[in-house]
């Protein structure tokens, strides 16, 4: 195995780490479909509101009269035919595959990967396999991998048969008499607008009332659409931070829902609809009819909502900020203007929606190097702070001056902002209830930082830990703030249920307004949370390996002899939430409590091949200098002894 981090940074705050959450990009290159969206506003000037468009139901859009032609192919049986009895399957899979794929690109892919593996060449037949032996799986997170034929891979017969089966879903899950509704949203990545397209398309022609967003838009534009809009389900085309050549699909359900993330049953109900469509049905033969276009009043909404979340400035910050190549800027100055911020320096070459991703070698501000050209453009505009949103904009990054690094710049840990965040949350609530006391529930991830928990404590707000990802923390119930560690903020819950870093954005640079009208810094203002809360240090390791056995071998070893120390550090209990622990569902965690009430999270990674390790614990003894150097040593001493342990 092989470690992917060297040890939490001394810092006191968590090492993230890297966690690349997509798949792995294995398909051929594409120079991709052009993506007929709008664009991004221009960099300056004021943004007038846009008139309502009225809906489109009349016509099916260009995009598709164009490519709907499938060309049908017929393999030549001499010329293609397979080089030996085992690989006729996997040929005879690709072909019919081949005969309903609506997109010329991937059907030549496919043809040459045909035609290789009829002339005995071993490494297209392997990829015909690794194309086809598998399916991409629809779960909780939808679908998400790079764009290539094949049943394993994001292309345009797949997501034909996903909306197909979704629309099946719906169907038989709306009351009798009703028409089963969905909004459909999509960024900037490559596909996006043609898997948008064909999804509106698809679904209309199956009886669903299809509402396409009127344009590229972030994916929380498109979680606050399912609760403005009152529909039963939306669907976002993205793949947020993955690789250039990926893509994917979120789905959200409304109703009981309440506009959250899908989570199970009905991921499994939604995955058998799919699998049905895929070997009852060809792609060709899917009923196609007219879908609508939201109006422009529907961004309008969610912009007003958002710039509501701050009061006018108290005093302007000097601000950079990046879109990572993605879909933010054009709604976060629409937002930022509404709510009195002056507009911040830009990072241009990173403004623009561009599916390529030029000058980055991974769309996320966790990874190294992301954020070098917003700390260099902060350098040249004495910037007070740095906001980076992820492409689709659900996630925030925020950095802060700091003369010891190299770049003149840190960036916050998530579970920084996610603490300072949820103090604000818990003042607000405070406020806002006066002498009867602050009500609402604070929730995060049960690998985030128990700082939280500690907020909650002090303001006598309810505290909720839940499985990891928003799909859980959003459906926390009387929630009035959530997050977890990999930078994603929920601070508007009751008109979003998902993570949004634009809203986030907001409410992170009110509040640096505030501090810097009575003059403190957001740095300050992190040792005002460690003097009042206690300070807590968080860590993180991720082990690589190459064969997913390794990973299982740790924890069934972890289980079967549990560890009586880490390190120099008496472990208290661990539990096991395999089965379920205090309502939560199952899940491959095991949770270590230390005696001196440090805590480490094991876990197998959901989409890589790791094995992550989260290491959190806290001082309240000392001065603020103090209780950091006794949190940063316990941190170490955890740090080495959960290396020995999973060795």
Same mark, same amino acid.
């Given at each position: ?57 009349? @016509? ?11 060309? +049908? ?52 037949? !392997? ?11 629809? &779960? ?67 009886? @669903? ?88 009043? @529907? ?31 054009? +709604? ?26 030029? +000058? @980055? ?46 770049? &003149? ?16 949350? !818990? ?28 907020? !909650? ?6 505290? +909720? ?114 089965? &379920? ?24 990674? &959901? ?23 006794? !949190? ?16």
């Amino acid at each position: 195995m092989s470690l992917d981090s060297t040890g939490p940074e001394n810092t006191g705050t968590e090492n993230t780490g890297t966690e690349n959450t997509g798949t792995e990009n294995t398909g051929t290159e594409n120079t991709g479909t052009e993506n007929t969206g709008t664009d991004a506003a221009p960099a300056r000037g004021r943004h007038s509101s846009a008139e309502d468009s009225p809906p489109v139901t009349d @016509v099916l859009p260009d995009v598709l009269s164009d490519t709907m032609v499938i060309d +049908t192919v017929t393999v030549d049986p001499q010329a293609d035919a397979p080089a030996t009895d085992a690989a006729a399957p996997v040929i005879a899979v690709a072909n019919a595959w081949l005969s309903q794929d609506p997109d010329p690109e991937t059907q030549a892919e496919l043809r040459l990967l045909l035609r290789g593996a009829a002339d005995n060449d071993a490494a297209a037949l !392997a990829e015909l396999h690794a194309r086809f032996d598998e399916r991409l799986a629809f &779960g909780t997170a939808g679908l998400r991998g790079a764009i290539a034929a094949g049943s394993n891979r994001m292309n345009r017969v797949l997501v034909s048969q996903a909306a197909a089966g979704l629309a099946a879903f719906l169907i038989k899950n709306t009351a009798p008499g009703r028409v089963p509704s969905v909004v459909i949203g999509y960024d900037g990545r490559k596909n996006s607008h043609v898997f948008a397209t064909d999804s509106a398309t698809i679904m209309a022609g199956a009886g @669903v009332r299809a509402i396409l967003l009127p344009r590229l838009l972030p994916t929380p534009v498109l979680a606050f659409a399912v609760r403005h809009l009152d529909v039963g389900a939306g669907i976002m085309v993205t793949a947020s931070h993955n690789p250039p050549n990926d893509n994917g699909y979120k789905v959200y359900l409304g109703g009981a829902n309440q506009g959250s993330q899908i989570v199970s049953p009905d991921d499994a109900s939604i995955a058998a609809e799919i699998l049905r469509v895929a070997a009852e049905e060809r792609v060709p033969d899917l009923p196609r009819a007219a879908y609508e276009t939201a109006p422009e009043s @529907v961004v309008q909404a969610y912009i007003d909502e958002t710039a509501s979340l701050a009061h006018r400035p108290r005093a302007q910050v000097t601000t950079v900020y990046t879109a990572l190549h993605g879909v933010g800027w054009d +709604t976060t100055r629409r937002v930022l203007e509404s709510a009195g911020f002056d507009l911040p320096t830009l990072v241009d070459a990173q403004i623009a929606p561009d599916a390529a991703f030029p +000058t @980055v070698s991974f769309p996320n501000p966790e990874e190294p190097g992301a954020m070098d050209l917003s700390y260099e453009t902060a350098r040249e505009a004495g910037a007070e702070l740095i906001i980076a949103n992820d492409p689709d904009a659900d996630r925030l990054a925020i950095a802060i001056p700091d003369e010891g690094s190299p770049s &003149g710049y840190r960036r916050l840990s998530g579970n920084e902002v996610g603490a300072i965040l949820g103090w604000r949350a !818990a003042e607000l609530a405070a406020q806002v209830s006066g002498d009867g006391g602050a009500t609402g529930t604070l929730a995060c991830s049960i690998v985030s930082t128990p700082a939280l928990e500690a907020v !909650a404590k002090a303001y006598g707000l309810r505290f +909720t830990d839940t499985l990891t990802g928003f799909k859980w923390v959003s459906r926390a119930p009387g929630l009035i703030f959530g997050f977890e560690e990999a930078l994603g903020y929920l601070v508007n819950p009751v008109t979003v249920r998902d993570k949004d870093g634009i809203s986030a954005a907001v409410a992170l640079l009110s509040l640096v307004s505030d501090l810097k009208s009575e003059g403190v810094t957001l740095a300050e203002h992190l040792d005002r949370f460690s003097a009042r809360f206690g300070h807590f240090a968080s860590g993180q390791i991720s082990v690589r390996v190459t064969d997913l056995t390794e990973i299982e071998r740790v924890m069934a070893r972890l289980r079967a002899t549990p560890p009586a120390f880490v390190g120099t550090l008496a472990v208290d209990h661990i539990d096991d939430l395999s089965a &379920g622990f205090n309502g939560l569902p199952p899940s491959d965690v095991l949770r270590i409590r230390l005696a001196d009430g440090s805590r480490v999270m094991v876990r197998p990674s &959901g989409t890589e091949p790791k094995l992550k390790v989260y290491l959190d614990t806290s001082s309240t003894v000392g001065t603020v200098a103090e209780r950091r150097a006794a !949190a940063e040593a316990t941190l170490a001493e955890l740090d080495r002894g959960m290396r020995d342990l999973i060795k």
